[in-house]
DNA sequence: CGATCGCGGAGTGGATTGCTCCGCTCGTGC
DNA sequence: GCACGAGCGGAGCAATCCACTCCGCGATCG
């Protein structure tokens, strides 16, 4: 900032430690909950809780910058799976994507932080995505008609939260997390099986109306509109 | 204790007050993970934290008995998905059973309670009861080949953990809670397809073996055996 | 109508948390 | 080769939260 002319290594290990800190968040959040505090994210990324407060002024801050790129990353992938030319490819890539991001290891911290406008504007695109990556498959046949894009939201911040894997990593048994994630690999196999047209057994109930998990972000339970607010999606 | 003759109503009241306590506390527990307070548990059932004292002596005591019907839930179900005549049928029921009673919400307190006698020996038994299911429905031809119980134990974990479910219940919108299990139980049938035979797609990386999921329940991560321990199902 | 028992919740000491501040290390410019 | 200062790690602090104890009160039973 004062010297505008200095962009050597310690801009570059700067940079290394903000994406590890980000990572290292991601898993905390997802093994505490909300209640993750900045020490252990610190810790656990290898940095001081000096260097964590520089570049983030508040724990909330951190927390919105993290949304904000899962909600990037939704994106990304949601976009890379309508480039694909086969509609069933692209919709599976894009919720095994979104899985093994973590997407959803963020659910805890919905409601508690503010929600930016970025962070609003960033979900309703992501909507639009889901939504067409959704109608696409539907018109192409390869995705079973009763299933809605809040049955893929659900199914994606479901599989993306895994209390095995959040468990081991607690216990810093990082050994075995790489089995635990081939293990739900696995899962999202099957159920991504599950989605293809070919099943005959109706879903139960209604479909679920995007309603219902529109207000997730909201602070308070008692305002029912709260202006900006996020999608139905994980984190 | 004192008295030795009264069977009144006063023990009906404390029996519902029991199973309210440990309702909440499984709710508070899948949203809080293993944090939670005997405060906000002791509220949610709607009595006095006082008496939840004088029921469980210390909060590891009630986690240690949540545990322990958990898992006798789990093998209540099983045995009835034995009973079953119709494999597939018996073990969609038993899935079915134990997300919605919550199986997995236990998760994070594995690790963080001593596993008792009893707990270790329901657990060895619902393994076999498991294994049981799964070799009649691989028999029976109605279940893909490349599934193991452990699939099965992490399904249930993973499906039986809804993020979406315990943030409602902590925000206090217990209206939409109904809604949000319905939607889940559509989750529930989705997977359990993507289960069946029929499918030819293969599961991606080798069967997980049952050994890199049993040694959850171990307190420290040091030690490799603790003598008794949980096997790698949830609750 | 008095004795008794279970109930709810205020109170308490200790642990934990978010955040600040500071001494130190090490890359950088001369 | 040296002085400088940016960025680092983590001790320290006030506030909060926690598990657990203790006691007054109202209902129930004989």
């Not at 570049?55 to 992938?77: G, I, V």
Request: with cysteine; hydrophobic share 40%.
């Amino acid at each position: 900032m004062s010297a505008p002319g200095n962009r050597g290594r310690r801009q570059a290990e700067a940079e290394r430690n903000d994406r590890a800190l980000l990572q290292a968040a991601r898993e905390v959040l997802a093994a505490d909950g909300a209640h993750a505090s900045v020490a252990s994210i610190a810790a656990r990324a290898g940095v001081g809780i000096g260097s964590l407060y520089r570049r983030y002024r508040t724990k909330e801050e951190l927390f919105q910058r993290l949304s904000a790129l899962s909600l990037e990353h939704w994106n990304e992938a949601a976009e890379r799976g309508l480039a694909d030319d086969d509609p069933w490819r692209g919709l599976k890539g894009f919720i095994t994507a979104c899985v093994e991001f973590g997407q959803g290891s963020l659910s805890p911290v919905a409601g508690t932080i503010e929600v930016t406008e970025q962070m609003a504007a960033s979900s309703a695109r992501g909507d639009e995505l889901l939504a067409a990556l959704v109608a696409r498959a539907h018109e192409a046949g390869v995705l079973r008609a009763d299933v809605t894009a809040v049955d893929i939201s659900l199914l994606i911040e479901q599989l993306g939260t895994s209390p095995l894997l959040d468990q081991l990593r607690k216990q810093g048994r990082d050994d075995l997390v790489g089995a635990a994630m081939e293990a739900r690999a696995r899962l999202v196999t099957i159920a991504v099986d599950g989605l293809r047209a070919v099943h005959t057994e109706p879903l139960p109930g209604g479909a679920p109306s995007g309603g219902l998990f529109t207000e997730r972000w909201a602070r308070a339970p008692e305002p029912p509109a709260t202006g900006a607010r996020g999608s139905g999606r994980a984190g």
